[in-house]
């Protein structure tokens, strides 16, 4: 999947590598974050520009709670409440869209660095872990791009880390990009 520099006597590919390398299924995490900004770069430097990219963000669906627990929840004085089912829906429909614009911004980019086969897949999940591993599965990809906050073991442990948990289960391989 890396570029590789080839003698222009080369007849071909020069490594196995290089003769596999052709339209791989790469996914690349991205969530607008400092970090997820380094998958681009790293994309943009090194990845072949005859791959097959996929950007992949999600969002959080919003739980419905009960007008009751709203109410008790809002403790505010507001004489309002919107009814949950609503604030629910148009809350999620916002996070939808933030996603979808993020994905738009990353093919933006990546389309500037050269790259023509883009798709975008936004995924609502409470568990981005998952979703991750499903995308991967179903779009048989090769590699994974995912970029890293730097958190130690302890932030790990307690929030959770996409590139650690990619790192040891995806069925791919998996490039973590540092900012």
């Known amino acids: 999947v890396y570029k590789r520099q080839v003698s222009t006597q080369s007849t071909g590919p020069t490594t196995k590598r290089e003769s596999m390398s052709a339209k791989k ?3 690349i995490c991205f ?3 400092e970090p997820s900004q380094a998958t681009l770069d ?6 072949q520009k005859d791959v097959k990219l996929l950007v992949f963000s999600s969002y959080e669906k919003v739980p419905v709670v009960s007008t009751a627990e709203t109410i008790i929840l809002n403790n505010t004085g507001d004489d309002y409440v919107p009814p949950a089912e609503e604030w629910a829906a148009k809350e ?4 939808e869209n933030v996603a979808k614009y993020r994905t738009s911004h990353a093919k933006d ?18 568990d981005v872990r998952e979703a991750a591993m499903s ?3 179903k779009e048989c990809v090769d590699t994974v791009v995912v ?3 730097g958190h130690n073991a ?26």
């Open 92 to 95: 999620t429909k916002r996070r």
């Open 154 to 179: 302890l932030a790990r442990a307690f929030l959770g880390s996409l590139s650690s948990y990619l790192s040891h289960h995806a069925p791919c391989h998996v490039l973590i990009a540092r900012k």
């Open 25 to 27: 299924n790469v996914m």
């Open 31 to 33: 969530d607008g974050s």
């Open 42 to 47: 790293f994309a943009s430097e090194f990845l």
């Open 135 to 137: 995308t991967i599965e």
């Open 109 to 126: 980019v990546l389309e500037k660095a050269g790259f023509e086969n883009i798709r975008q897949v936004v995924v609502a999940t409470n």
């Open 147 to 149: 970029g890293t906050r």
